[in-house]
């Protein structure tokens, strides 16, 4: 029986862990508010990261430019803002239409969105 409530919590654990790592971000409404400041690009080779929104969290990716936006910021990994000048931006995105084309293109700010 414990060997049994051991694998469950540890199977718990697992499961949890991998759900953090999601892209699921939540807009907030004051940069104050952000995790990282975002600016969205006219262009696909001015962004720092090609963004692919999803339909749903569980197609969320992991830090590889597949995002869902959450309803609520609890439910988000990452916090952002979006600003209006690229030079108050952490990160410049740039949203692609299909995911297989989501990636970074500056991989030196993979770090602000773990």
Do not use: C, H, P
Request: charge should be positive.
């Amino acid at each position: 029986m414990k060997v049994m409530r051991k694998v469950i919590v540890l199977s718990l654990i697992i499961l949890s862990s991998t759900g953090l790592k999601a892209q699921k971000v939540f807009e907030v409404d004051a940069n104050w508010k952000a995790d990282v400041k975002v600016y969205l690009v006219d262009a696909n080779w001015k962004a720092d990261l090609l963004v692919f929104k999803v339909d749903a969290g569980w197609k969320a990716g992991d830090n590889d430019g597949k995002w869902f936006f959450t309803d609520a910021d609890g439910k988000a990994k990452k916090k952002v803002y979006f600003v209006d000048a690229d030079w108050k931006a952490d990160l410049k995105i740039y949203f692609v239409d299909a995911a297989w084309k989501a990636k970074w293109a500056d991989e030196s700010k993979i770090s602000l969105m773990e």
